[in-house]
């Protein structure tokens, strides 16, 4: 997986509570994006990120996601107040700092599956 | 309208078959074009790259029209470990960096 690490791998919560994802990109690597699969679904953008600053959150739920990248640590993306429709996995993937007109390879990380109950 | 379109099968097919997928997407803007392969569970692989002129590796062939703005995945002589999900993949890019849209993807089983 290009060392992309994601943790928790499995996450149970109980709707209403909090959910905490975390991802560490590739070494060396600036840019973390987050995507969400739902089941039997393809994968949705969310969340492009560089350290310390969000670059496209157009594809984040307007209540109750955030996700910050910062300086220091991990990219984490938080859902509050969980419900059921948020069971899905969750995929960060992170690209080094390419120029505009390179073709950029996005390296994912495995994934976690949060389930709500 | 979706920006990336797959059929999404499943393709049951035999071992030793050819098969092909095709996708369209909507947004002309686009400059890149990949195939991934998912397997149950796992995260996107990237299957390789997708060029105006073609590309081929090994048994997998990809074609990109850009005035029809299709893309297509030939398989020759399927094996039962290529039976996944297939995601179209396209790519903008945004400043410095990437945004890539996956279509649903297109479910191959193949057989004994």
């Known amino acids: 997986n290009a060392g992309v690490m994601q943790n928790p791998r499995h996450l149970v919560r109980r709707r209403g509570q909090e959910a905490r994802l975390r991802c560490s990109p590739v070494?060396?690597?600036?840019?973390v994006y987050w995507y969400r699969q739902l089941p039997e679904e393809g994968l949705k953008f969310m969340v492009y990120?560089?350290?310390?600053?969000?670059?496209?959150e157009s594809g984040m739920p307007k209540e109750r996601f955030s996700a910050e990248f910062p300086k220091e640590g991990p990219s984490i993306l938080r859902i509050q107040q969980v419900v059921r429709g948020d069971s899905a996995a969750y995929f960060c993937?992170?690209?080094?700092?390419?120029?505009?007109?390179?073709?950029?390879?996005?390296?994912f990380g495995e994934g976690s599956w949060l389930t709500v109950v | 309208r979706k920006e990336v379109e797959q059929d999404p099968g499943p393709f049951n097919v035999p071992e030793g078959a050819t098969v092909a997928f095709n996708c369209t997407y909507s947004n002309s803007a686009s400059q890149s074009f990949f195939w991934y392969r998912q397997d149950c569970r796992k995260e996107p692989k990237l299957l390789m790259s997708v060029y105006s002129s073609g590309n081929e590796d090994g048994r997998f062939t990809a074609q990109l029209n850009r005035a029809s703005q299709y893309i297509s995945l030939l398989i020759r002589d399927s094996k039962l470990s290529d039976s996944a999900t297939y995601l179209c993949?396209?790519?903008?890019?945004?400043?410095?960096?990437?945004?890539?849209?996956f279509g649903t993807g297109t479910r191959l089983q193949v057989t004994l």
């Open positions: 993949v396209v790519n903008r890019h945004t400043g410095t960096a990437s945004k890539l849209t």
């Open positions: 070494k060396g690597h600036s840019h």
């Open positions: 993937a992170s690209s080094p700092n390419y120029g505009r007109r390179e073709i950029n390879t996005i390296y």
């Open positions: 990120l560089q350290k310390e600053n969000i670059i496209d």
